[in-house]
């Protein structure tokens, strides 16, 4: 059975400095993985996703992953947070040739100014 | 481009009565799903359309909800009766790649927020 673990609830970063949101995922075969981010109200937003190729994958507003696969995880990383950074991240998992993608609980990153 | 749309945004109704939702997906895109999101918590997929056609319905509480996708566009969601428990945010989602077969990347509607009281 699939499975998205991200093992830290809140994750608190000041401006500027680096920030990491980890993810660690279970499936069969190989996986697609994403990361959502979702601001308060709003509907979940796209940032990056890993189909295959080069681990590190680069998305939306600065934000990169690393997928490892020894380590099966996929953490979400930004070299220097922003305020505005500050919402619910999520991240999903889906086999190949697999109908249905799991998400994980979420992660509220909160950026101090 | 226009996004997923989905109405209403907000809903309060008494237990044992009856709600619906409706998506509008992004043109062209072939794959709807529903998801009810609890407070606290992931998304958790209710029910996939391939164009009209149920893909995966494992999770829906068939005895209370149910969803159809007539003519492969707009999407209904209905739940009767309600009960507290789907005190919930439904979010729409669609895709442009048919399901399971690439790593498509899902587009969120802003959601519907239902409390059940």
């Known amino acids: 059975a699939q499975s998205v673990a991200q093992p830290e609830d809140q994750v608190n970063v000041a401006e500027g400095n680096p920030l990491t949101v980890k993810c660690t995922y279970s499936?069969?075969?190989?996986?697609?993985l994403f990361w959502y981010v979702q601001y308060p109200n709003r509907g979940l937003q796209f940032l990056l996703k890993y189909i295959t190729g080069d681990n590190l994958v680069k998305g939306s507003y600065g934000f990169e992953a690393e997928f490892n696969k020894s380590q099966t995880s996929f953490h979400l990383k930004k070299p220097s947070a922003l305020v505005s950074d500050s919402a619910l991240y999520f991240c999903?998992?889906?086999?190949?040739?697999?109908?249905?993608?799991?998400f994980g609980a979420g992660t509220r990153l909160f950026v101090k100014a | 481009e226009a996004g997923v749309a989905q109405s209403p945004r907000y809903k309060i109704i008494e237990k044992r009565q009856s709600v619906a939702f409706w998506c509008n997906p992004i043109?062209?895109?072939?794959?709807l799903y529903w998801y009810q999101q609890i407070l606290g918590q992931g998304p958790k997929l209710l029910i996939q359309?391939?164009?009209?056609?149920?893909?995966?319905d494992s999770q829906l509480p068939k005895d209370r909800f149910s969803a159809e996708r007539l003519k492969g566009v707009d999407s209904t969601l209905k739940i009767q009766p309600a009960k507290l428990e789907d005190s919930a945010v439904y979010l729409c989602?669609?895709?442009?790649?048919?399901?399971?077969?690439?790593?498509?990347?899902?587009?969120f509607g802003p959601g519907t927020r239902l409390l059940v009281l």
């Open positions: 989602a669609s895709s442009l790649d048919f399901a399971g077969l690439f790593g498509e990347t899902q587009y």
């Open positions: 359309f391939q164009n009209n056609g149920v893909v995966d």
């Open positions: 499936v069969s075969g190989n996986p697609y």
């Open positions: 999903a998992v889906r086999n190949t040739g697999g109908f249905k993608t799991i």
């Open positions: 043109s062209g895109h072939a794959t």
